[in-house]
């Protein structure tokens, strides 16, 4: 059996961009059984900018999963945003996860937005100043969270969603310099703490879309920039080939890719 | 954000760049951290995507009317949002 997960994030939400997503949302049913979105839902992270959200990815006939990204809690509205996302059906998750029900098994997702911090030999240390602390704290903090989700799943597929990176790979593209502040080890050693098959990300704009963690989970950017469409589908499945052609054909959507 | 000192002639400065890089994120109607600011011999140059027309017409709008003086080019496109056509398996 496989399980369908369409996935997307940083949509940065306003006014001015409802309903450029709708008409490719329309498609999903029939072709993803969940739909994922990796934070940065918004722009500022005002309730109005998710009520946007909510019109833009609500009712779709498929289950919504997010977490919420960095600019989603610029304007500190944090429970007003969720709140908002909730009412449309949306399910937010900071620090624990759902189960659904697919036709291709029981799909767990396991969710936190993370934090930077930096990769292995290159990171922030608990050391030093309050502010370093705190900083490095947030992201051990986020990280443990979402061990604790992934292990508290009884499911039979595993993914993390977090809107930072748990891996480097997936960062190419964006300045070396920047990268403790677009994701962290500790995320990725999190998700390698738990069988987890797939864990998806956004907030690296210029990063590239496919990584892997050091213990061996598929790690993708669905960030919308790095997509460019209206969001990815991934086919999850022990028997599937890599090379095998999808015989997909609703949608448009008829041909995999690996 | 510290104001730049001594905007005119000569061409754009590294503390420019930075300046311009804070205000595309900074700056509420730019709200932007997926745009680059790239210093040439003659001009800067951003890029990037957003996701409306409108949003890039306003980031050329505010860079330029915070810096009058400063040459700016602007390249930066619309992410495209169709549905996908293609699905990855991961067996």
Sequence with gaps: ????????????????????????????????????????????????????????????????????????????????????????????????????????????????????????????????????????RTTTESADRLAEALHSLDCDLLVALTHYSPVPDTLAGEPLEIYPFLGSYQLGQAIDSAPTALALHGHAHHGSERGTTPGGVRVRNVAHPVIKQAYSIFHLGDHLDQAQVSGIGAGGIQQSWS | MTRHRGLGAGPPDEYVEAEIHRLLTEDPAVAEQGISVVRTERALVLYGEVESAQRRDEILRRVSERFPDVPITSDIGVIRKQAPTEIEQLP
């Design chain 1, 1 to 136: 059996m496989v399980i369908r997960i369409a996935a997307v994030g940083d949509v940065h939400l306003d006014e001015d961009v409802v309903g450029r997503f709708r008409p490719a949302l329309e498609e999903m049913p029939g072709n993803a059984d969940v739909l994922l979105l990796a934070g940065d839902l918004t722009r500022h992270g005002t309730e109005v900018e998710a009520r946007c959200v909510a019109r833009e990815f609500g009712g779709l006939g498929v289950p919504v999963v997010a977490v919420l990204g960095n600019h989603d809690h610029q304007c500190d509205q944090v429970p007003q945003v969720v709140g908002a996302l909730e009412e449309a059906g949306i399910v937010v998750l900071e620090g624990n996860g759902v189960v659904l029900d697919s036709p291709g098994g029981r799909l767990g997702v396991a969710g936190v937005k993370g934090f930077g911090g930096g990769f292995a030999g290159r990171c922030a240390s608990d050391f030093g100043e309050p502010e370093m602390k705190a900083f490095v």
